[in-house]
C-alpha cells in the first residue's frame, strides 16, 4: 500500500489500535487507543531513534518510568526542574557533573573514592578516600566544631571578640620544641624542651624594654632543675 495524502485512524473520541510489525519477529510499534487515553508502546526490544531532531513534550510532567515497578521514574516534574524517584543517578569515573551551564564549575570522581569540586576551571576542594578534605582557599563560618583532631599548616586567625574554646576535659595542645601560640601584638606564649630536658613555658611580651626583649620575658619551669616563674628585663629578674 503507498499512501501519498493524510491517512486519518478512526474520529474524535473513538480511535482504533494501529500496529506497525518490524522485520524481526516480535519487534513491533502499537498504538493502543484505549489504554490511559492513548498510549504508544514499542514491545519486543524495538528501538525508538531520533536522529539529529528534538523530541518535544509540553504541558505537565513527563518521565522514562520502569513499567516493572511502576515507582522508578526520572524526568521533568516542573519547567527547569528534573526530578528522579527511587532510581539512582550514576556518572562515569572521571566524568564530570557541571553545575552553571559552563565547563569551569562541576564536580568529578578524579580517583577511586575522590572527589572534587572546581569552580571557575580552578581545584576548590576535594574529598579523598579517607574522607580527609583539602580547601584551596579560605574557610568562613559563623561557628566550627571540630570533633577529632585538626591538622593546620597555615595560620589559625581570629577576629573581633571570637575565642577558642575546649571543653572541661580536653585540651589545647602545643607541640615539642618551639610551636608557638601569637597572642597579639607581637607577643608568644610558647612551649621548648631546655637543654636539661626540663619542659619550659616561655611569655614572650615584645613591649618590654621597647620592643627590644624577646625571649624568655616571663620563663615558667617545672621546678625540677630551675626556678618556677622568672621574669628577665633589663634589671629585674
Known amino acids: ?8 485512524v478512526g474520529v474524535d473520541d473513538t480511535g482504533h489500535d ?17 489504554s490511559n487515553g492513548g498510549r ?6 524495538a528501538d525508538l531513534y531520533i536522529n539529529q531532531g528534538h523530541m518535544h513534550m509540553s504541558q505537565g510532567s513527563y518521565y522514562f518510568k520502569n513499567a516493572s515497578t511502576g515507582t522508578q521514574r526520572h524526568g521533568f516534574v516542573a519547567d527547569e526542574e528534573y526530578g528522579f ?13 557541571y ?21 571557575g576551571g580552578t581545584e576548590a576542594l576535594e574529598v579523598d578516600s579517607s574522607q580527609n ?35 572541661a576535659s580536653n585540651q589545647l595542645l602545643l607541640g615539642d620544641d618551639s610551636d608557638v601560640i601569637a597572642i597579639g601584638r607581637g607577643n608568644e606564649l610558647w612551649t621548648q624542651n631546655d637543654v636539661d630536658a626540663d619542659a619550659t613555658l616561655y611569655i614572650n611580651y615584645r613591649g618590654y624594654n621597647a620592643g627590644a626583649s624577646r ?21 629585674k629578674k
Open 133 to 167: 578534605a583539602t580547601f584551596a582557599g579560605s574557610v568562613t563560618a559563623t561557628s566550627l566544631d571540630i570533633n577529632g583532631a585538626a591538622d593546620i599548616s597555615g595560620d589559625l586567625t581570629l577576629s573581633g571578640t571570637e575565642r577558642i574554646r575546649t571543653g
Open 85 to 97: 524517584e527511587g532510581v539512582n543517578l550514576r556518572i562515569n569515573a572521571a566524568k564530570k557533573l
Open 99 to 119: 553545575l552553571d551551564g559552563g565547563s569551569n564549575t562541576y564536580i568529578i570522581e578524579s580517583a577511586a573514592d575522590t572527589v572534587k569540586i572546581f569552580t
Open 18 to 34: 494501529v500496529t506497525f510489525y518490524g522485520a524481526t519477529s516480535g519487534k513491533k510499534m502499537h498504538w493502543d487507543e484505549d
Open 215 to 235: 625571649f624568655r620575658s616571663v620563663d615558667i619551669r617545672d621546678g625540677k632543675n630551675a626556678s618556677i616563674v622568672a621574669f628577665t628585663g633589663a634589671d
Open 40 to 45: 504508544l508502546n514499542l514491545n519486543g526490544g
Open 1 to 8: 500500500v503507498s499512501i501519498t495524502g493524510t491517512l486519518t
